[in-house]
């Protein structure tokens, strides 16, 4: 008979920071989201302008 | 941190030229975020150290709240966003002073200095000397003498200010071999050299005035904060084992009116 492979079962406490810092991702990525959507606002047409 | 977030403001509060606000908070946030990158591959690079030093000891990696390699790589990632926001959003030139910034503390300070020389704070206080720079050219987009000087004064601030602290935690470096000054040339050497810098501190303080850059309300109060840290180190000097319930405090004591000076010298105002 063919041996089923192991699978990694997460604890309890696992699973909540998992949680944790899928919504702190989320979060992050959400600001950056508004933060360039917000100075493109700001710059205009000048947002494509990146001197050095 | 907070320092970093500070002197980056004033760097670019103080840049001729007018920088919108958002794009200000922008530049002052990778700045922050940076500052965070470095903290954390130095708490990574750093973990063997932190867990026999009592003040570092209860850090998330000594800890085993969070695994080395996942600390790498949160710290890798928030230096890679934060360089490249700021060089999408503001300017490429302050990101690569951004990323350098980064690389010296963590390749040249902690992995290299810390460990090998007891001029690892002299020279590796250039890390946390570049904000206002940074400051400066996100709002200029180039650097001139004004941010250099503000440069100098946290870059000479820093020894006196780290040794005034490794005085007290020396047994602490010892026992990490962590080749302080106080740990390899003693604590009467450290005090002598506490003197010395925060005396060369003072015109050093001072020079954004002398050059003609800030008003003189900024030249009086430079040279009145560096009387008052030449005072505190010239206590912490002569007082000796006999006093050493006040010898804490007085350190204590230099440690605050330097970051306040510091601080102080950074708020000018330009010269019409």
Redesign the interface.
């Known amino acids: 008979m063919e041996e089923r492979p192991k699978r990694i079962i997460l604890t309890d406490e696992q699973k909540r920071r998992r949680r944790a810092r899928s919504i702190a991702i989320a979060l992050a990525l959400g600001a950056l989201a508004v933060l360039f959507y917000v100075v493109t606002l700001v710059k205009g047409p000048a947002v494509l302008n990146r001197p050095l | 941190m907070s320092l970093v977030v500070f002197t980056a403001l004033v760097g670019v509060m103080i840049a001729p030229g007018h920088l919108?606000p958002?794009?200000g908070f922008?530049a002052l946030?990778c700045i922050a975020v940076g500052a965070g990158a470095a903290g954390v591959l130095n708490m990574w690079y750093d973990a063997d150290i932190d867990a026999v030093m009592r003040r570092t000891s209860a850090r998330p990696i000594p800890q085993g709240r969070i695994a080395p390699g996942e600390a790498l790589a949160f710290g890798i990632v928030l230096a890679a966003?934060a360089v490249g926001?700021l060089?999408?959003?503001v300017?490429?030139?302050a990101a690569a002073l951004l990323a350098f910034t980064i690389f010296f503390y963590v390749a040249v300070y902690t992995a290299w200095l810390k460990r090998w020389t007891p001029q690892n704070i002299v020279i590796g206080g250039a890390a946390g000397a570049f904000p206002p720079i940074i400051g400066w050219v996100a709002t200029t987009?180039s650097i001139s003498l004004e941010p250099c000087l503000l440069f100098l004064i946290i870059f000479c601030w820093t020894p006196p200010h780290f040794w005034s602290l490794s005085l007290v935690r020396a047994d602490d470096y010892a026992r990490a071999r962590v080749p302080m000054l106080p740990v390899v040339a003693g604590p009467e050497e450290t005090r002598r050299q506490i003197l010395l810098y925060s005396i060369g501190l003072v015109p050093i303080g001072a020079a954004p005035w002398l050059f003609g850059y800030a008003h003189t309300i900024y030249g009086v109060t430079a040279f009145l904060a560096g009387a008052l840290m030449v005072a505190f180190a010239w206590r912490v000097r002569c007082e000796r084992e006999g006093s050493a319930l006040s010898v804490p405090r007085t350190i204590s004591s230099l440690s605050q009116s330097s970051i306040c000076s510091s601080s102080s010298r950074c708020c000018w105002s330009r010269v019409a």
Do not use: D, K
């Open positions: 919108h958002v794009i922008t946030l966003f926001v060089g999408l959003l300017s490429w030139l987009g």
